[in-house]
T-cell receptor, first 115, second 108 residues
Framework: DGGITQSPKYLFRKEGQNVTLSCEQN?????MYWYRQDPGQGLRLIYY???????QKGDIAEGYSVSREKKESFPLTVTSAQKNPTAFYLC??????????????FGSGTRLTVV | DAKTTQPPSMDCAEGRAANLPCNHS???????VYWYRQIHSQGPQYIIH???NNETNEMASLIITEDRKSSTLILPHATLRDTAVYYC?????????FGKGTKLTVNP
């Protein structure tokens, strides 16, 4: 079945360490996104990519970095510069501009806890 | 993207219709209204979207007012599994901007 795979589901890291969250899709979607969700809050956009080798900052990009070397993959690195990294991270994709950006699909999320 | 306003919480009896309102008074002419829902600790799930006309699919109906300043998502026969946070999003489809949504609780 086509979909988005985020791994791992739970991740623990020590403060000051960089950590990379995986997001893979087999939907042949052009556009991919990373969102962060804190308890009781809506989703906030971190980074998004509309095409391979290109990406744009979202509303809360500071302390994060991404790469888009392959269409299927959009990993997110949470760096030590991110002051409050503990959160629920969601990856999403959609077909992209040619398809009118219809049909967002979300992964099941990674819950990151920094201790 | 247009700002949306939703009630923070609503309750509904199982089997009854759930009507979730959303205000988007600053929506522009080419911006769509999208509805997603998020069951606890899962990724959001697409429900429905529309531009001007009312829309219906197997999950829900979307009623958009003629001036497009507000809309209502209707779940015709709510079940316990419809308990979730429902997000109304008004804007361009290039990126989705989420608010806090409405926490719908379906009671037995």
């Amino acid at each position: 079945d086509g979909g988005i795979t985020q791994s791992p589901k739970y991740l623990f890291r020590k403060e000051g360490q960089n950590v990379t969250l995986s997001c893979e899709q087999n939907l042949n979607h052009d556009a991919m996104y990373w969102y962060r969700q804190d308890p009781g809050q809506g989703l906030r956009l971190i980074y998004y990519s509309q095409i391979v080798n290109d990406f744009q900052k979202g509303d809360i990009a500071e302390g994060y970095s991404v790469s888009r070397e392959k269409k299927e993959s959009f990993p997110l690195t949470v760096t030590s510069a991110q002051k409050n990294p503990t959160a629920f991270y969601l990856c999403a994709s959609n077909p992209g501009q040619q398809a009118g950006y219809y049909g967002y699909t979300f992964g099941s999320g990674t819950r990151l806890t920094v201790v | 993207d247009a700002k949306t306003t939703q009630p923070p919480s609503m309750d509904c009896a199982e089997g009854r219709a759930a009507n979730l309102p959303c205000n988007h008074s600053t929506i522009s002419g080419n911006e769509y209204v999208y509805w997603y829902r998020q069951i606890h600790s899962q990724g959001p799930q697409y429900i429905i979207h529309g531009l001007k006309n009312n829309e219906t699919n197997e999950m829900a109906s979307l009623i958009i007012t003629e001036d497009r300043k507000s809309s209502t998502l209707i779940l015709p026969h709510a079940t316990l599994r419809d308990t979730a946070v429902y997000y109304c999003i008004a804007g361009g489809s290039e990126k989705l901007v989420f608010g806090k949504g409405t926490k719908l609780t379906v009671n037995p």
